[in-house]
Nanobody, 128 residues
Framework: QVQLVESGGGLAQPGGSLRLSCAASGFSLDNYVIGWFRQAPGKEREGVVCINRDDGTTYYRDSVKARFSISKDNAKNTVYLQMNNLTPEDTAIYYC?????????????????????WGKGTLVTVSS
């Protein structure tokens, strides 16, 4: 059974940090783009950061550059999202998603294109 399971969400203060994890099971991430999307209340879902599992190329949304960092553990079939210097605008449900490589990691992530598998999401709330 194909699954993406997120963990690590919660409440953080502005300027704080959180680390999200996404564990994939039931399939290999070889030849996949995997990453994080988020949906804030009343807003459309947007790609935040993704990584090409094979060559390591990444996409970061402008609003999170220099604050968020994606990493992967190939042996564990897991990716991580380190989020630093959080702001209230980062409050959203964060979804892990994966899709076979069909285009550049930038295209797939920025345009939410071709992502086949989705986790159930984890809530991140940034508030004082």
């Amino acid at each position: 059974q194909v699954q993406l399971v997120e963990s690590g969400g919660g409440l953080a203060q502005p300027g704080g940090s959180l680390r999200l994890s996404c564990a994939a099971s039931g399939f290999s991430l070889d030849n996949y783009v995997i990453g994080w999307f988020r949906q804030a209340p009343g807003k459309e879902r947007e790609g935040v950061v993704c990584i090409n599992r094979d060559d390591g190329t990444t996409y970061y949304r402008d609003s999170v550059k220099a604050r968020f960092s994606i990493s992967k553990d190939n042996a564990k079939n897991t990716v991580y999202l380190q989020m630093n210097n959080l702001t209230p605008e980062d409050t959203a449900i964060y979804y892990c998603a994966a899709g076979r490589i069909r285009a550049s990691v930038h295209y797939m992530c920025h345009y939410d294109y071709g992502m086949e598998y989705w986790g159930k999401g984890t809530l991140v709330t940034v508030s004082s």
